[in-house]
């Protein structure tokens, strides 16, 4: 346990777009030291290091393990170096913050988790919607009884295919998105899945489908669909249209994060920043990705176990998405 004064001292390994916000933000955050780089990519190290002024850089993960003067590690990696890279970090006794989802399949999280359960460090996936305001309040008035049991829920996390078209070779929309609102279903209602039926859309020309809808049967009783599909026009003034309807046998919570404050209508057209997840005003990042890391940080301090969000609980997400795929590849209804 370090003291609570302590400085953290953090590695980020994988410096692709979120790898750059992570060691963007972990670098201007009080308390918390951006200790050290890694990324397959010379170039790439060069440029991030030399602009964050970081001096220990990497180009085999396994040494920034090895550093240390390295507390933590954020992992940003694809999706598939996932398992591999966490096994080893957990080992190397090192806390990690796995970037979701926190692997394609299931058997990839389960040799993950028996890591974690045997590691010195702590062992966290990032599921960032678990830090937004607008999520813990709804999580906190479902708690409260205000809504009663919960029997409906329905979200859509939707974003632009010129997005699309940059990821859809790496991930599935339902994979890459819809898995935030699996989650949070999984949480709000602290419920298993049963049945998953769902379908896909494959409109463009990458790899994975642009787009899903998956439907679940709770062991609750509530049905609950995530819609996720990345094709919506170039043009669409959302950065991402992401919405929640919860609906209980006493009340409805509803839940807007596609439209998040701001619009900004100029020459180019109309535009709905992001003002919540990571935002950088006047060139300095705030928002819930600084939460998370801020919560995450705590926790190292403090020696108090991560409590937001459990590995079971994160593989349960995952077990039902890579569910949805199998039930769309295969038009069958998934059961648990």
């Known amino acids: 346990m370090l003291s609570s004064s302590k400085t953290v001292r ?68 694809h999706i598939n170096d996932h398992r591999e890279i966490a096994i080893e970090a957990l080992r190397s006794g090192k806390h990690v913050l796995l970037e979701k989802p926190m692997a394609p399949t299931v058997a990839d999280c389960e040799q993950i ?91 463009g020309k990458n790899k994975y489908p642009d787009g899903g809808w998956s439907i679940a049967r709770l062991d609750n009783g509530a049905v609950a669909v995530v819609e996720s599909v990345w094709h919506l026009p170039e043009s669409t003034p959302y950065t991402i249209d992401a919405r929640m309807e919860i609906i209980g046998t006493q009340g409805a919570i509803y839940i807007n994060c596609g439209e998040a404050g701001l619009t900004i209508h100029d020459a180019e057209g109309v535009k709905m920043p992001d003002t919540m997840y990571w935002p950088r005003p006047f060139g300095r990042y705030l928002g819930v990705l600084q939460e998370e890391l801020r919560y995450f940080a705590d926790c190292v301090r403090t020696g108090e176990p991560p409590a937001r969000i459990t590995p079971r609980e994160s593989q349960a997400a995952v077990a039902w998405m890579a569910a949805a795929t199998e039930s769309a590849r295969t038009g069958t209804v998934i059961s648990f």
């Open 10 to 77: 953090w590695g980020v390994i994988g410096l692709g777009w979120f790898g750059e916000v992570h060691a963007d933000n972990l670098s201007e955050m009080p308390g918390i030291e951006l200790a050290g780089l890694c990324t397959r990519r010379p170039e790439r190290l060069t440029e991030i290091g030399d602009r964050l002024e970081v001096k220990r850089r990497y180009t085999d993960y396994r040494e920034l393990l090895a550093d240390p003067e390295v507390d933590v590690v954020s992992i940003t990696t």
């Open 113 to 203: 988790v028996a890591a974690a359960k045997d590691a010195a460090g702590f062992f966290m996936v990032g599921h960032i919607c678990r830090f937004d305001p607008r999520v813990t309040l709804a999580k906190q008035a479902i708690e409260e009884g205000r809504i009663g049991d919960i029997i409906s829920m329905h979200a859509r996390r939707n974003l632009s295919k010129a997005i699309g078209e940059t990821v859809l070779d790496d991930i599935s929309a339902l994979m890459g998105d819809g898995i935030h609102d699996a989650d949070l279903m999984l949480w709000f209602s602290d419920a298993n899945v049963s049945t998953v039926y769902a379908q896909e859309v494959h409109p």
